[in-house]
């Protein structure tokens, strides 16, 4: 089976390469993105987690992400974002010259009243989000944080379009003028049973699952009036401080030169190769419809082998919230009461173990304006004018 996949990859690639211009003619066309939609987990949320929790009773003693020093650097107060600042969503707005991306469940329950349905997208991520629905997770045994899963996002922008426009052509000149961000999702589904230590290959059999999940979706968003869409791929695991902690061994060679964890990261590989097929597929679909994938893996991976030649000081076994010595870990966690962050995050890549610092964020978007990390290439150079 697995020679299968292999041969099924590399023709789905020399199609790539056959049909090279055709596609290439198709994608790298000039839009004005006037607005983001996005959708995706704990790696893009601006807020759904803060607004999302609101109902619940002492919510900021069980989410840590609704307290300080979440937020701390750029917004100086917690957003619900899972960083010290901003994400690679934000710095994508603020390179396209528009407002940061307004979190859906917070215009939704009124809580935000300054959206302007025609002007502003929506971001419908939240923090634990799946690809999968978590009844996938609870039939196997396996703890899936919350339902807030793909096709729930969907729904909700699919419930958000008679807001948009009461003319079709209107709603199609709106959808067609925004970039859609599809991810990156798909991380938790994998998350979640590493966590409860499941085998690679046991893992390696939800791949065509969530990719089946995620491919559904650009579909029903071209289907909509979808024209741009930039799909990120999973980042190197290998490299994530808790993975670190948590499969830390004596066997050097289970290490690579950067000191991340191999078998992890061929994983992300695989998954992200899988992923890149399979956008090639829809591609061909869809031949004036622009399909961007978002090497999120190789543009992070620049930072975690030279890390000095980005300014990052601080090794990855190293989070700055909690400074927590990864032999002796700890039931506390960033954003429980007296956990004190590190003094300089720009420092360091690790925030609180999961997620990465806006310094490192940043540093990866930058890779994916300026290349070579996104194909085709992600073009958002255009001037903005304030009308439709």
């Not at 960083?83 to 390179?95: K, M």
């Not at 978007?365 to 958002?380: S, V």
């Amino acid at each position: 089976m697995a020679w299968f996949l292999r041969v099924w990859i590399f023709l789905l690639l020399l199609l790539e390469e056959v049909a090279g211009g055709f596609i290439s003619s198709s994608s790298s066309s000039r839009r004005c993105y006037k607005r983001v939609y996005s959708f995706g987990d704990s790696l893009a949320d601006t807020g759904n987690t803060l607004y999302g929790s609101s109902t619940l009773p002492q919510a900021s003693e069980i989410i840590p992400s609704l307290n300080l020093p979440y937020g701390e650097t750029y917004f100086h107060h917690p957003t619900g974002r899972w960083s010290d600042g901003r994400l690679i969503i934000d710095f994508i707005a603020e390179q396209m010259g528009i407002p940061l991306v307004k979190p859906y469940l917070g215009i939704k329950s009124g809580k935000i009243k300054d959206w302007n349905p025609t002007m502003e997208g929506v971001n419908f991520a939240v923090g634990g989000a799946t690809a999968l629905d978590s009844s996938f997770f609870i039939d196997k045994g396996i703890f899936a944080s919350n339902n807030y899963t793909l096709s729930v996002q969907l729904d909700w922008f699919m419930n958000l379009l008679p807001s948009l426009s009461n003319s079709s052509s209107g709603l199609k000149e709106i959808l067609g003028s925004s970039l859609f961000l599809v991810g990156e999702i798909g991380g938790n589904d994998f998350n979640h049973p590493l966590k409860e230590h499941k085998s690679i290959k046991e893992i390696r059999k939800y791949v065509p699952l969530v990719i089946n999940e995620i491919s559904s979706a650009i579909n029903k968003l071209i289907e909509v009036g979808a024209q741009t869409l930039v799909v990120p791929g999973n980042f190197p695991i290998g490299c994530n401080f808790k993975y670190l902690t948590m499969f830390q061994t004596s066997n050097k060679s289970e290490y690579d030169e950067a000191g991340c964890l191999k078998s992890l990261n061929k994983f992300a590989q695989y998954y992200n190769d899988m992923l890149y097929a399979e956008l090639n597929r829809l591609r061909l679909l869809h031949p004036t419809t622009t399909i961007i994938y978002a090497d999120y893996y190789n543009s992070a991976l620049r930072l975690y082998r030279s890390p000095t030649q980005f300014g990052i000081t601080e090794p990855i076994s190293s989070a700055c919230c909690p400074l927590t010595d990864v032999n002796n870990p700890t039931d506390l966690h960033c954003g429980s009461p007296g956990v004190i962050a590190c003094v300089d995050p720009s420092q360091y890549i690790p925030w609180d173990g999961w997620h990465l610092t806006e310094a490192a964020y940043k540093l990866i978007a930058q890779g994916l304006f300026n290349g070579p990390f996104t194909n085709p290439k992600l073009d958002l150079s255009c001037v903005h004018n304030s009308e439709i």
